[in-house]
C-alpha cells in the first residue's frame, strides 16, 4: 500500500479491532456453510482491510469507499474495491442479497450523516447470510480506549 496513506491512528486500531474480529470469524466458521466472505463499509485506504485478509486467510475480503480507492495489497483473498456510499439506496449497493458472511464497519459512523449509518444497517439485512454478522467499531481518538463503541448485529 502507498506509505502516504499509512495512519499511525488506524495501525494503533488495528489489533483491538482483530481482538474484536477474532470470535466472529471463529464463530462463523461453524455456523456458516462454504467459503467465508466479508465486505469492509468505510475502508479508507485498506489499512485495517490488509490486516483483516493476513490475519483471516480463510476469509475473501472485499473492500468499499465512498471515494474510490486503489488497495494494492498483493494477497489474494482481496477482490476489487468497491465503490460504495453507505448512506444511498439498497439498489446502489451493487452486491447480491445473502452473498456476505461478515460486513465490518469500522470508524464511520461518529464522521458521517446519520443517513449513513441507517443506509448500512438496511443495506446489511439484505446483504447478509441468514446467521451472517454485521460487526461496527468507532474508536474516538479523543476518548479512552474503554470507551470505544463495539457493536455487533446478527441476522436472522
Ligand atoms: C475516519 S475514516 C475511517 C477509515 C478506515 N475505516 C479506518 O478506520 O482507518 C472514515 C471513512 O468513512 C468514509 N465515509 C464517509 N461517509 C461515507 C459513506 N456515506 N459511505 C461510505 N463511506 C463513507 C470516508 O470516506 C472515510 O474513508
Redesign the pocket.
Known amino acids: 500500500m502507498d506509505p502516504k496513506l499509512i ?1 499511525p ?2 495501525a494503533r ?1 488495528i489489533p483491538p479491532i482483530l481482538k474484536a474480529l477474532e470470535p466472529l470469524v471463529q464463530s462463523l466458521e461453524t455456523s456458516q456453510k462454504g467459503p467465508l466472505r466479508a465486505l ?6 485498506g ?2 482491510l490488509i490486516a483483516f485478509a493476513q490475519t483471516f486467510p480463510n476469509v475473501t475480503w472485499t473492500p ?4 474510490e480507492e486503489n488497495i494494492a495489497s498483493g494477497l489474494t483473498n482481496i477482490e476489487p474495491p468497491l465503490l ?5 439506496s439498497r439498489a446502489e449497493w451493487k452486491i447480491s442479497d445473502a452473498s456476505m458472511d461478515l460486513i465490518v ?4 459512523v461518529h ?3 446519520w ?2 449509518s441507517q ?1 448500512l444497517f438496511a443495506a446489511s439485512g439484505n446483504i447478509l447470510r441468514p446467521n451472517g454478522l454485521l460487526s461496527n467499531l468507532d ?1 474516538d481518538a479523543s476518548l479512552k480506549s474503554s470507551n470505544n463503541h463495539i457493536l455487533v448485529y446478527q441476522k436472522k
Open positions: 495512519s491512528a488506524a486500531n469492509e463499509v468505510a475502508s479508507g485506504p489499512q485495517h468499499s469507499e465512498v471515494n460504495i456510499d453507505a448512506s444511498s464497519n469500522v470508524n464511520m464522521i458521517s450523516p443517513s449513513a443506509g474508536f
